[in-house]
């Protein structure tokens, strides 16, 4: 590649880059003129720092679905950084508020990385939540980075599922593995991870069936459904990942906990952040859960699905404010 075609492609790249901030600014609108305007307000509406601005911080931040657990650990170390530091400048405070946020985004922060050879990607989560809908962005992402995707429909049990990712597959025009409805879902994995391997797939993404705590059926299915694609896996690179609807709120957190102690979630796919002016939950899943949030999304096209960037979330979450 001569220097003229570099120099092209890395000016496409910026473009890009500039083009999915420019969606996520849009995405995270309500969330803006929601929670990050009230923060806002409440620290340039305080003349000084004093117990007061504290605790109406505390409410604000449990409001914006924050959650108790982290709220209290947020406001605790912003009253000692003013402590320490003698601050009495509301606005200085605010700057450290954002840093503390990013800090607490970046920690452990891991982004989804396909490695050489086959990846497999098992989708988890309850129905409603757009996991199906996610998975054909997953596929169309890696396909336009000139990946070989095939998908596999893990989801036997609930009516139309098989035909329902059958369309995007035909849409997306890649090969899906699947039975017939009510079939054995663990027979479904081992199937798609030995077609995957005799085709030499870049990745699989695998469906299954949402299903609740109270499902233990479907629960049980779920874990030996992992547990056979994690045996005949051997030497590719497996993930869990969980998508949860940023407009349930702290439902989120719980939904987190349960798939978490059955399959040990790798990541999250947080759908929806756009229809909800609470993104506090993205801070809430992050530092209660301690699993890194792997993707976000922030609208219905293909694009609105986007690699979760800690740096990006939280300049377009503040896009407008000073972030000292």
Known sequence: MNFFNRGKENEQQKDQEKGFLSRLKSGLSRTRKGFINKLSNLFTGYSTVNEDLFEELEELLIQADVGVKTTMELVEELQEEAREQKIKDPEKLFDIFQKKLMEILQENFEPLTLKEGLNIIMVVGVNGVGKTTTIAKLAQKYIEKGKKVMLGAGDTFRAGAIDQIQVWA???????????????????????????????????????????????????????????????????????????????????????????????????????????????????????????????????????????????????????????
């Open 170 to 324: 035909d849409r997306l025009n890649i090969r899906l593995i699947a039975h017939q409805e009510g079939s054995d879902a663990a027979a479904v994995a081992y199937d798609a991870v030995q077609a995957a391997r005799s085709r030499n797939v870049d990745l699989l993404i695998f469906d299954t069936a949402g299903r609740l705590h109270t499902q233990k059926n479907l629960m049980e299915e779920l874990k030996k459904v992992n547990r056979v694609i994690d045996r005949e896996a051997q030497g590719a690179h497996t993930e869990v990942l969980l998508v949860v609807d940023a407009t349930t709120g702290q439902n989120a957190i719980s939904q987190a906990n349960m798939f978490n102690q059955a399959v040990d979630v790798d990541g999250i796919a947080l759908t929806k952040l756009d229809g909800t002016a609470k993104g506090g939950i993205v801070l809430a899943i992050k530092n209660e859960m301690g699993i890194p949030i792997k993707f976000i999304g922030v609208g219905e096209q293909a694009e609105d699905l986007q690699d979760f960037a800690p740096e990006d979330f939280v300049e377009a979450l503040f896009a407008g404010e000073e972030i000292g």
